[in-house]
């Protein structure tokens, strides 16, 4: 008989944990709603005060979307704290590491925004997007070599891309390899014919 009560009393444990997680994911479902709506009408202040009584640091969900979020409100120093629970909580999301990226960004904190691409390489090694503007970065930084490992992985997913192109033989010509210059100049130029950075870089690569 202990043992009947003892499982009846498990069973409606169970059961109103259930109904308490349903109705948790009813009302936040309704929060996000409204959040979209107000962040629609861009009022993201109202967007951020819909879901933040919700909040829990654990949760990816809300996090990523709080990151989003105050970027949108330009308060970027809050916007990459989101970001960085959202990353944590996900190891393995590259969505957070591009969000993260954003506010990093404008905060100028270019040491981490290379921490999050070479985060992504590390999970996606083709990832185009990563490997481009960790490539314009070292560029920028004349870390000629490594601009010119991330251009090519660029170029050889999309072999008639001008921006990969353009960049990638810059990148060469300012290390000093003129021939290969030449030819990712030349390329650039059929996809964007006159182009005067293409045809400045080439006459400089001859």
Known sequence: MEILK???FIVLLILASSLLQAQTSTVLQKAFKNSYTDENNKNYTAAINDISPYYSEGSYELNIRLGWLHYLNKNYNASQSYYARAAAAKPGSIEAKFGYVKPLSYLQSW????EQYLAIIRI???NTQANYWLGVIYYNRKQYDNAIRCFKVVINLYP?????NHMLAWACLLSNRKTDAQNYFTKALLIKPDDT????????SK
């Open 6 to 8: 003892r499982t009846g």
């Open 111 to 114: 040491d981490k925004v290379v």
């Open 124 to 126: 996606d090694p083709q």
């Open 197 to 204: 950075s293409s045809l400045d870089g080439l006459n400089k």
């Open 160 to 164: 008639f891309d001008y921006d990969g």
